[in-house]
C-alpha cells in the first residue's frame, strides 16, 4: 500500500480518517472555531500539511452533509494540492445559507481525496485535430 505522509502543524490538529475502510476520501478537520455568515466565505485551518505519494493530487470536496443540512460547501470544489505542496491544508468554504454557520473545532469540514496525475508534454497543433462525433459542440450541445 502507498504510504502517504501527514504533518501536523498545530497541537489542536487531527489526522485525516475514513469513516469506513472502503471510502475513497479522508475527513479533513478543522483546527478553529469560525462564523461563516450567510453568502460568504472563509479559510478554515486544519493544521496540516502532506506529503502526496509520487505523480498525484490531493482533491479537497465538500462534505454531501454538511451541503445539505447546512448549505456549507467547498468554493472552488474540487480544490486542488500540487504533489509539491508542503504548506498548511486550508478549506475554502462557502455559506450557501440564510443564516451564520459556525465551524467547530475538530469539526469535519472536507473530505480529501487522492488521485493519480497523468504528466503530459504541451504540444501546438500545426493542422486541424482529429473528427469527432461531437466535434466543436460546447454546453447543451447533447441536449438538456
Request: proline share 5%.
Amino acid at each position: 500500500m502507498t504510504k502517504l505522509l501527514i504533518k501536523k502543524l498545530h497541537p489542536k490538529a487531527k489526522l485525516p480518517e475514513k469513516a469506513h475502510q472502503t471510502d475513497a476520501g479522508f475527513d479533513l478537520f478543522s483546527i478553529e472555531q469560525k462564523e461563516i455568515p450567510a453568502g460568504e466565505t472563509r479559510l478554515v485551518k486544519t493544521g496540516i500539511s502532506l506529503q502526496l505519494p509520487a505523480s498525484t493530487e490531493a482533491q479537497i470536496r465538500p462534505r454531501s452533509g454538511l451541503a445539505l443540512k447546512h448549505s456549507i460547501t467547498v468554493l472552488n470544489s474540487p480544490g486542488t494540492i500540487d504533489e509539491e505542496y508542503r504548506g498548511e491544508i486550508g478549506v475554502i468554504l462557502i455559506n450557501h445559507g440564510k443564516e451564520t454557520y459556525i465551524v467547530e473545532e475538530h469539526m469535519k469540514i472536507a473530505q480529501m481525496v487522492i488521485k493519480p496525475v497523468l504528466h503530459v508534454d504541451i504540444e501546438e497543433a500545426t493542422g486541424d485535430l482529429t473528427d469527432s462525433d461531437r466535434g466543436s459542440g460546447g454546453f447543451g450541445s447533447s441536449g438538456y
